[in-house]
């Protein structure tokens, strides 16, 4: 018991018991006179805007209060008080929650995506995935349990994974590399289909290689190796993936790793092979060269052949030319002869014609002038080489001819 004055700060809370056990609350600020009374401050528990009160009461309720607020723990009411953070979620980040009825045993989940905050309520608690997970020191290698989380990631996201002594059909045993790109699409189903989808991958990834590397020689399998970047070569993983709400979009072969024995042979088959190769090369080389030598010169025969040709066509144009060209000329020539014949032809015409025009209107003067146009015309004409005369003698129709 205690006997005096005591002083209660702003924001502060105390209880305070009397003599007879009963308890009454104080709060600040404020001065008490303390008789026969026990005094006891009150912790003081607040939460920000991204935190929440857990409140156990000590009649076994829990209740969870959103910040920001401030609570007393009260000894006589609560058991405990304590804040927790608000879990943040991001965009690409979703929940599972279990939601307890109240009624009976079952319970009920729901999927809360983000971007959020998210308060957890009383009667709710979160699924928590235990999966393989990445090994810290061999990105190749999954451990079993090793990631455990609560906030189930829904973006696209790829692992790398080694499958260990895949045997060959001639027993030769190699270790394929991979890697996997894969993305969540049905969270339902893969809720209601499996525990640890990586598992799931893992084992699929494992038994395609099995069976594909099976049937095939060591020799085989490295040359026909980058098939694996098919899909169609994991029938399995693409079956399972489906059964449990994944899609595959790619599985990449990354290379192989085999015995490092049976890694030197193979090396030294492949030097071989190189230099073979190599040789086989070089004399596909040196044969292209002397083709393409044959090739030139009779590219450039030919070349020279046509030159010659079109310098034969050439001679023979001009000569054809110049033939054509004389003919032409000589054609012209006698054309324009021609044309000069007929000309002077037409002009002693139309001088004849002019002429006796002349001699007619001259002789038709004459005659006009009562001057005999015959004894004119005797007397211009000269003596003929023969005269021929014709006489009647006057009784019948009996002639004379008379030649001189």
């Given at each position: 018991?205690?006997?005096?004055?005591?002083?209660?700060?702003?924001?502060?809370?105390?209880?305070?018991?009397?003599?007879?056990?009963?308890?009454?609350?104080?709060?600040?600020?404020?001065?008490?006179?303390?008789?026969?009374?026990?005094?006891?401050?009150?912790?003081?528990?607040?939460?920000?805007?991204?935190?929440?009160?857990?409140?156990?009461?000590?009649?076994?309720?829990?209740?969870?209060?959103?910040?920001?607020?401030?609570?007393?723990?009260?000894?006589?009411?609560?058991?405990?008080?304590?804040?927790?953070?608000?879990?943040?979620?991001?965009?690409?980040?979703?929940?599972?929650?279990?939601?307890?009825?109240?009624?009976?045993?079952?319970?009920?989940?729901?999927?809360?995506?983000?971007?959020?905050?998210?308060?957890?309520?009383?009667?709710?608690?979160?699924?928590?995935?235990?999966?393989?997970?990445?090994?810290?020191?061999?990105?190749?290698?999954?451990?079993?349990?090793?990631?455990?989380?609560?906030?189930?990631?829904?973006?696209?996201?790829?692992?790398?994974?080694?499958?260990?002594?895949?045997?060959?059909?001639?027993?030769?045993?190699?270790?394929?590399?991979?890697?996997?790109?894969?993305?969540?699409?049905?969270?339902?189903?893969?809720?209601?289909?499996?525990?640890?989808?990586?598992?799931?991958?893992?084992?699929?990834?494992?038994?395609?290689?099995?069976?594909?590397?099976?049937?095939?020689?060591?020799?085989?399998?490295?040359?026909?190796?980058?098939?694996?970047?098919?899909?169609?070569?994991?029938?399995?993983?693409?079956?399972?993936?489906?059964?449990?709400?994944?899609?595959?979009?790619?599985?990449?072969?990354?290379?192989?790793?085999?015995?490092?024995?049976?890694?030197?042979?193979?090396?030294?088959?492949?030097?071989?092979?190189?230099?073979?190769?190599?040789?086989?090369?070089?004399?596909?080389?040196?044969?292209?060269?002397?083709?393409?030598?044959?090739?030139?010169?009779?590219?450039?025969?030919?070349?020279?052949?046509?030159?010659?040709?079109?310098?034969?066509?050439?001679?023979?144009?001009?000569?054809?030319?110049?033939v054509t060209h004389q003919l032409t000329m000589e054609k012209?020539?006698?054309?324009?002869?021609?044309?000069?014949?007929?000309?002077?032809?037409?002009?002693?015409?139309?001088?004849?014609?002019?002429?006796?025009?002349?001699?007619?209107?001259?002789?038709?003067?004459?005659?006009?002038?009562?001057?005999?146009?015959?004894?004119?015309?005797?007397?211009e004409s000269h003596r003929p080489a023969e005269v021929v005369?014709?006489?009647?003698?006057?009784?019948?129709?009996?002639?004379?001819?008379?030649?001189?």
């Amino acid at each position: 018991m205690t006997v005096g004055w005591r002083t209660l700060d702003i924001g502060e809370q105390a209880l305070v018991y009397n003599h007879v056990g009963q308890a009454r609350i104080e709060e600040g600020p404020k001065r008490i006179f303390l008789w026969r009374e026990t005094y006891r401050e009150l912790e003081r528990v607040s939460a920000n805007q991204n935190e929440y009160l857990v409140i156990s009461y000590k009649d076994g309720r829990t209740e969870h209060r959103k910040g920001p607020c401030v609570e007393f723990i009260n000894p006589v009411v609560h058991t405990n008080i304590c804040k927790q953070e608000m879990i943040s979620l991001d965009a690409n980040e979703a929940l599972i929650i279990y939601t307890a009825s109240g009624k009976g045993p079952q319970a009920t989940h729901r999927v809360e995506y983000g971007p959020t905050l998210y308060m957890l309520k009383a009667n709710e608690w979160l699924h928590t995935f235990a999966w393989h997970g990445t090994d810290p020191s061999n990105k190749t290698r999954m451990i079993p349990r090793n990631d455990v989380f609560t906030k189930l990631r829904i973006i696209p996201d790829q692992f790398y994974y080694n499958v260990d002594e895949v045997r060959t059909a001639d027993d030769a045993l190699v270790r394929v590399k991979l890697m996997m790109f894969y993305e969540l699409v049905d969270l339902q189903r893969m809720l209601d289909s499996t525990s640890d989808p990586m598992a799931d991958f893992v084992n699929c990834l494992c038994a395609d290689v099995v069976a594909y590397a099976s049937g095939k020689t060591y020799l085989e399998f490295i040359e026909q190796a980058g098939e694996l970047n098919d899909l169609q070569h994991f029938p399995r993983l693409l079956e399972r993936s489906h059964d449990i709400g994944y899609k595959v979009s790619k599985v990449v072969f990354r290379g192989y790793h085999a015995h490092d024995k049976l890694q030197r042979m193979h090396d030294t088959a492949i030097a071989k092979r190189t230099d073979l190769k190599l040789t086989f090369e070089k004399e596909e080389r040196e044969q292209a060269l002397i083709d393409s030598q044959l090739h030139s010169e009779m590219n450039r025969m030919e070349q020279e052949q046509k030159m010659e040709m079109a310098a034969l066509e050439h001679k023979q144009r001009l000569e054809r030319e110049q033939v054509t060209h004389q003919l032409t000329m000589e054609k012209q020539k006698h054309q324009q002869s021609q044309l000069k014949e007929q000309q002077e032809h037409e002009a002693h015409l139309r001088a004849k014609k002019w002429a006796d025009k002349q001699r007619l209107s001259h002789l038709t003067s004459l005659h006009s002038l009562g001057v005999k146009v015959t004894d004119v015309l005797l007397a211009e004409s000269h003596r003929p080489a023969e005269v021929v005369q014709v006489l009647s003698d006057g009784k019948g129709a009996n002639m004379h001819l008379h030649y001189s």
